[in-house]
């Protein structure tokens, strides 16, 4: 590339004085010199045309074109490496750097030339192979280099494929990393894929590193955070299992490692670990509730009433009426497929915990009818292994939670269930986000709402304050999601009273009645059920209560700061879903004021020189705690809220937009090991939080848009996987008939992503589009929208991160359904198929749109061993057996028809 001074025509100044003279033909001075020439009727010289001519042509030859700019690059990374070959991260660079050698017009080419692109990537594809085998030439113990070598060598036999990766397992056993890439490897596998020897993979995997972090295989000691990687290896593996429909050997093994470290006898303690799991099958095989179900008391009040142990069996959660359901359904007399489906659900949402037998009535494990529902301790054993730290038991009851479809509402990033579901903030920074994808298996209510009831209410005694806040704080989530789901008027004002209800007794708990966390969140729900009155109530009776503490000399606590800040940002009209009239700046300004303390007055008005007081507080606090640390990232940004909003409120827009570009900077430019935490995270909360302002202020006064656009393009270039920004970026551009600049960012952005969030989003975009046009009758204004929306899905589903994600190859299939083309739907599902082996949902969605293939897809489920819990055989058992009752009914009326007749021919 040129230097910029020289791809430009040089001018010199006095020619430019020339021209700009005023004259009779040129009174404004703004004619060049040539047109003042000809307006006077005179000749250019020829000398300066012909100058002018070959200056241009001089730079035109001398422009860079994308094939050069490709070889100067390639050139560059050949010498670099000739001097540098045992630098792997150069390598790894070089391998990255061949998917920017595609040109534009290539990855965005018609419908109609998708075979060129695909000859272009697989060009692509075997080059890196060649770069990677040269790599390992020079560098034959780089584990990196040996793993991007086999993720690419899917080309290769499956056996020879899997034999290297096993190799490769086996010299680096204590690598956790590595584990999850080989286990990835095998879920998506699709010819080696089944069920069970996916399953036993992952309970070799936590029994090997369980046995490298006792010390037991002296040549591999542990990697730091080995436990917490087998926490994660633990809840994927329970994700696999839910979505191969095998729920009672997930929710089996969560209630299994809860037990073995929240329940463990404190005598047990000091044992190996191996004696532990010893005493742990006599309980586990004794027939007591476990954890989550009724009357469930623990593995240690187990082992200390052992002699007593009668007192604690109970009947396991079953479920009545069932099979009445399922003749209900049979008596319908519906084809073999809707049949098939029906009963399948029933099952699937009535028979989702483990079966045990009722040991009072004399029940066996031979009784089982379903053998699969049936999970034995030799089912659970490889799942164990001790967890020490508290945070990580937090984890593991927030993934039981997450398994029984609980979600926290504050994390998830769209509420549309219509585009997308489950999608969360946190699942953006996992290995396998694309394994966290599957909508929830629907389950019975009366027994799920019971379990759930159990978890929260079993596992709060197992920790501190702050993890019983936090499990709180997702119970109180888990009743309002129920009263989201509500339409009806009457029914959510019902809904309501009795969440109020399940709230305000929460608050009434002893442990409880002083956690500002609670009632801070019990004042947002009540201002998000319009009782604006109740929520301003609850806050003024905490700042009361705690007015010393806001008076005192030392900042206040972390959860009096965030509620503060919450309440400002509520009067502001910049929280909740019901918005204010007419924001009350007056009282914000009281409450900020107070934080720094101030005198808090309900009524009065802040006098100057407090808010000078405040302005100089504010500043002083956050300048230590940038320079010192020692807080949180969270209670750094509710100050910077805080601080944010006193100065809009005083001064105006331009300060306010100070403080936050101040802090955004600051934060920036902080290193990784700060003691403010997660760096990153504060800096995406930040931008968020500013982002939100502005919108806010662009709704309530007139500014121009770009200022918006600018800082959330800046908050994009800095997280373009944050999902929150995503969102935000496409609601505002939504509110556009053009689509051109979320296309283009997308357009720009997704070949260099490392995340299926930016998929799914720009995905979200074009589906929404594509509704707005049909809905208003707009489509004949873009034709071409449907077919830009396949190259996306084609795009995607080619894409090696989001290939293996069953939602967007649901997406897919729904897409193509409604467009009509049958051809295309089925070569679109059997790809997904084979991508997404474990998937039930994707199987389940083949048979609805294919309902003549119900034989062929069972069989396939058979086949990899995904669950199947109404086999084929049953249902041709009982729909034959309903025909043949009505045979056998029109018989006997024929016969009594024939007797009658007799009988009056007699007559």
């Known amino acids: 590339m040129l230097p910029i001074t020289e791809q430009f025509l040089s001018v010199e100044a006095n020619s430019c004085h020339d021209v700009l003279v005023e004259t009779t033909a040129n009174p404004l001075g703004i004619y060049d010199k040539a047109t003042t020439m000809y307006i006077q009727g005179k000749a250019l010289e020829t000398v300066n045309v012909e100058k002018v001519n070959s200056h241009s042509s001089e730079s035109e030859n001398t422009k860079e074109t994308f094939d050069d700019w490709v070889k100067r690059h390639v050139a560059e990374y050949n010498k670099r490496l000739r001097d540098n070959p045992n630098d792997t991260e150069l390598w790894l660079e070089f391998v990255k750097f061949q998917d920017s050698t595609i040109p534009k017009e290539v990855l965005l080419c018609k419908p109609s030339e998708q075979e060129k692109r695909k000859k272009r990537g697989l060009f692509i594809h075997e080059k890196k192979v060649a770069i990677l085998e040269k790599a390992l030439q020079t560098n034959p113990a780089c584990l990196n280099l040996k793993m991007a070598h086999l993720d690419l060598c899917d080309l290769w036999d499956s056996k020879k494929l899997i034999s290297e990766w096993k190799k490769l397992v086996f010299v680096h056993i204590n690598n956790c990393y590595l584990w999850k890439k080989y286990l990835y490897f095998l879920q998506c596998h699709f010819v080696s894929f089944s069920f069970s020897s996916i399953l036993s993979e992952y309970h070799r995997c936590l029994s090997t590193l369980c046995t490298v972090m006792e010390g037991s295989i002296k040549t591999h000691p542990a990697l730091p955070n080995t436990s917490l990687h087998m926490l994660e290896i633990f809840i994927e593996m329970c994700d696999f299992m839910k979505q191969c429909g095998h729920t009672e050997k997930a929710v089996a093994s969560y209630q299994a490692l809860i037990e073995y470290n929240l329940y463990y006898p404190v005598s047990l303690r000091a044992l190996p670990h191996k004696d532990k799991v010893l005493v742990f099958e006599a309980f586990w095989d004794s027939g007591v509730a476990r954890f989550g179900e009724s009357q469930a008391e623990g593995w240690a009040k187990w082992f200390d009433k052992k002699g007593d142990n009668l007192s604690l069996i109970t009947t396991s959660m079953r479920v009545e009426g069932e099979n009445e359901i399922e003749d209900k359904i049979i008596e319908q007399k519906l084809d073999r497929c809707q049949t098939w489906m029906k009963l399948e659900n029933v099952r699937e949402t009535h028979n989702w915990l483990p079966w045990r037998p009722d040991v009072s009535s004399g029940e066996t494990e031979d009784q089982c009818e379903d053998p699969d529902r049936l999970v034995l301790f030799d089912d659970i054993i490889s799942c164990l292994f001790p967890i020490e730290d508290k945070k990580m038991k937090l984890t593991l009851i927030l993934g039981f939670l997450k398994l029984a479809n609980v979600h926290n509402a504050n994390v998830v990033v769209s509420h549309r269930k219509d585009e997308f579901q489950q999608l969360e903030t946190q699942s953006a920074r996992d290995f396998n986000i694309s394994r966290l994808s599957i909508p929830d298996v629907e389950f019975l209510p009366q027994i799920h709402e019971t379990f759930v009831r159990n978890i929260f ?352 190859w649901r997406l897919f299939l729904k897409f193509e359904s409604e467009l009509g083309d049958s051809q295309r739907l089925q070569g679109v599902l059997y790809r997904g198929l084979q991508q997404c082996p474990w998937a039930k949902a994707l199987y389940f969605d083949g048979i609805a749109y294919f309902p003549n293939k119900l034989q062929e897809i069972v069989d396939l489920m058979t086949e990899k061993e995904v669950r199947v819990r109404a086999p084929l055989e049953e249902i041709d058992l009982l729909i034959g057996h309903v025909e043949d009752d009505d045979k056998i009914m029109e018989n006997e009326t024929d016969s009594d028809n024939e007797d009658k007749m007799q009988t009056e021919t007699v007559t």
């Not at 702050?466 to 999601?481: A, F, N, P, S």
């Not at 940002?569 to 004021?593: D, F, P, T």
């Not at 601080?643 to 331009?654: D, F, M, R």
């Open 457 to 808: 209410q079993q596992c709060l005694p197992c920790f501190t304050k702050v993890g019983q806040t936090k499990i709180t704080e997702h119970w109180i989530e888990y009743h309002l999601g129920k009263l989201n789901d509500v339409t009806d008027k009457k029914q959510r004002k019902a809904k309501a009273k009795e969440v109020r209800k399940f709230v305000k007794g929460l608050l009434k708990l002893e442990d409880n009645r002083n956690n500002l966390e609670l009632y801070d969140r019990y004042a947002q729900l009540e201002w998000t059920l319009g009782d604006v009155e109740a929520a301003r109530r609850v806050y003024d009776t905490v700042l009361e209560s705690n007015t010393a503490e806001l008076n005192e000399g030392s900042p206040p606590s972390e959860s009096l700061v965030c509620l503060c800040s919450h309440y400002v940002q509520l009067e502001m009209g910049l929280l909740g879903e019901q918005e204010v009239q007419r924001a009350n700046q007056h009282k914000a300004l009281q409450i900020i004021c107070q934080m720094v303390h101030c005198p808090y007055q309900q009524e009065g008005t802040s006098k100057s020189l407090q808010i000078l007081k405040a302005k100089q507080a504010y500043t002083n606090y956050i300048n230590r705690v940038l320079k010192d640390g020692g807080e949180s990232g969270d209670r750094v940004l509710n100050w910077t809220v805080c601080y944010a909003l006193l100065q809009y409120i005083t001064e105006g827009l331009t300060p306010t937009v100070d403080v936050y570009e101040h802090m955004i900077e600051k934060v920036s430019k902080m290193e990784d090991k700060s003691p403010l935490g997660n760096l990153e995270k504060l800096h995406e909360d930040l931008y968020v939080s500013y982002v939100q302002f502005l919108q806010w202020h662009l709704k309530h006064n007139i500014a121009p848009l770009s200022m918006l656009r600018n800082v959330l393009q800046m908050a994009l270039e800095a997280h373009p996987q944050s999902s929150r920004l995503l969102w935000i970026f496409i609601e505002l551009e939504s509110q556009s008939n053009i689509a051109g600049r979320v296309r283009r960012y997308f357009n720009h952005s997704l070949p260099s992503s490392t995340s299926t969030v930016p998929w799914l989003m720009a995905i979200s975009a074009e589906l929404r589009r594509l509704t707005q046009l049909t809905e208003h009758s707009q489509a004949f204004y873009e034709p071409g929208a449907p077919f830009r929306l396949r190259s996306l899905f084609e795009r995607a589903v080619e894409n090696p991160v989001t290939q293996h994600c069953p939602l967007i």
